[in-house]
């Protein structure tokens, strides 16, 4: 297709939308004609791409005639209404939504880690949850070199993940609480739940609906997608994985703490640095000595997974802890999703 | 001694000092005097306690003539220089500081966990650190009734845990955020070190000083503190400590997610409630149904810790994870200092 693609972004007025406009402007995909479109509420808004302005449309089943591929990320429902319809007509569709992601016959796919997976798309690619991205990132290296037994993490998960609308309320409660007045919440810790609190100098250990297990829905996308990305089976046993997720006042950029058990008892912190120097899509900041380890503000705007503090537990030979940071709404959202369907040009597989 | 104890509150002006008088104050311990203490630079100020105006005097070796009890909060330094001089004066001495802490004479306790090594004391007696004594707290009930084998702690720390002017700092660097400026840090991640970092919008996973091991200081002393008050020797083996220490935009309140294997693997969820419904020091907020669970802005003021989010990690029998919150500066700092000193006066051991 020598002149290029046409490519529709779906929720592209949202906060991984318009990133996911700025990616493709930025990608290696060639792109004939780009179409913007969003829920009749957001239809009308103008958006750049490449220096053109572009309206954004009302999605209808019909936006999807002569579309190549198809970029979603406006939420769940509306993923599963539209993308079926995109797929009848042609289109492939990689979605950042939750919607498909453990459908079997649907590839869950970082890029760094599991590509092959998109040989077998049945016009649908789930790009996974914005937590699980980065952690897959950092471990894949590690999990290659030195085999994989146990994964405990916990999140340190910033406001944006939770969309535009949660960011703005940080900031308004964050500008409340120094004024001193009442802070109030509205969407978080999840929209539709029944109570809301203040992010905002506090931390919220509930991210999505807290389930029957005892596990929040972040948690156990953490576990499971964890499995069906490294071992191709959302039960697989192989690889024990347990987490715990936390939301707090950090506008972009998740923090995790990651504790991981190795098959290889030999297995060094010098032997896991070299691994994670060559390793795509890694940048490892651990240089202690200089006080050099990741920020969160130090990865907003980049598509890298930073990794550092990187540490045996010395009880426990072949156990480690490290710290991994990376911007949620690129790597963990606009980037990746670009990055599949650069895989899939490349791969001559639209 | 029917008229009371002749008391000394060293580092009164601080963060954690103020709150001693209060909690002394509220405290059974009957007091005949009160003497507050700090630098000469704080020295002039005047507090309230008990209804009543004190001045803060200026700290010297002399200050001690006469005094009962010492609580000490000014800094690894002061307490050792001032606190032989005062125990040398007759005193005894509670201190908050990591000075005494890894002294084999020294006891290291929360009520809560083990009281009697009070008995032995020579005169100082040691507050564990912040972090450690809610993990405690927390662990100790569930130890005594299942057994302890692992503990892998990952912590959300606030700002005033590094003293009045870090909490400071983080409402300037805010409030410079929101006003679109840049952010000036002099103070975090720790005082002395040659980098600082802003705090706000921002996660350090740093606390204290990094060491050559890889650990900070912070997470060094969870682990060893831990084995002291649980087992009574730094250095044990029988429970299996790692941490991962990491400074969170947030004023007051630890939060702390905590992975733990017990011995009795037939423990269930149901079974830890039921323990830690009735621990001293708990409160279990763990109604998932009901979006209760722990939070830092609801813990700020109270003296207990707050326990929710227990799950069990389905794929190691015997090993859950649990979130536990308490405020940093009371249970973490004064009010277990308070507390210890209640003890002795109630053991008739001052």
């Known amino acids: 297709m020598s002149q290029g693609y046409s490519v529709a972004i779906l929720g592209a007025t949202g906060a991984v939308g318009r990133r996911m406009i700025k990616q493709l402007a930025q990608s290696t995909i060639p792109v ?6 969003a829920s009749s509420r957001s239809a009308g808004t103008e958006l750049a791409f490449k220096g053109q302005k572009l309206v954004v449309e009302e999605t209808t089943p019909e936006s999807f005639a002569g579309v190549d591929l198809v970029l979603s990320s406006a939420g769940g429902a509306v993923s599963k209404r539209f993308l ?4 009848k007509r042609g ?3 990689v979605d950042n939504t939750s919607a498909f ?21 049945h016009g649908i690619i789930a790009n996974p949850n914005c937590s699980t991205i980065q952690m897959m990132v950092a471990l894949e290296p590690i999990r290659k070199a030195f085999g994989l037994k146990q994964i405990i993490v916990s999140t340190y998960q910033a406001a944006s993940g939770a969309g535009q609308s949660a960011l703005n309320e940080l ?3 964050a500008q409340d609480y120094l004024d001193g007045k009442e802070m109030h919440a509205a969407i978080l810790p999840t929209k539709g739940e029944a109570k809301h609190y203040p992010l905002a100098f506090n931390l919220l250990p509930q991210i999505d609906v807290l389930e029957d297990s005892g596990y929040s829905h972040e948690e156990w996308k953490m576990i499971h997608e964890t499995k069906k990305i490294m071992l191709g089976d959302m039960n697989a046993k192989d690889i024990k994985v347990t987490a715990t997720c936390v939301r707090v006042p950090v506008p972009i950029a998740h923090g995790e703490s990651v504790y991981f058990t190795v098959e290889d008892q030999t297995a060094t912190v010098e032997d896991l640095w070299k691994v994670l ?8 900041e651990d240089d202690i000595k ?22 045996p537990d010395y009880e426990n030979p072949g156990a480690f802890n490290m710290w991994v940071v990376s ?19 490349d791969r001559d597989l639209l």
Chains 1, 2 share one sequence.
């Open 91 to 93: 289109a492939v569709c």
């Open 327 to 345: 911007d949620n709404l690129l790597k963990g959202a606009a980037w990746n999703t670009v990055q599949i369907a650069e895989y899939l040009v």
């Open 32 to 37: 004939k004609s780009l179409k913007l479109l």
């Open 290 to 311: 200089h006080q050099v380890y990741p920020q969160p503000i130090n990865a907003v705007g980049k598509r890298e997974t930073f990794v550092g503090r990187v540490r």
């Open 84 to 87: 079926p319809e995109a797929v």
């Open 171 to 173: 900031y308004q409660e």
């Open 277 to 284: 120097q060559k390793a795509p899509g890694v940048v490892l």
């Open 101 to 121: 992601r453990m459908d079997p016959e649907v590839p869950l796919v970082v890029p760094e880690v599991n590509p092959d997976a998109l040989a077998h798309h």
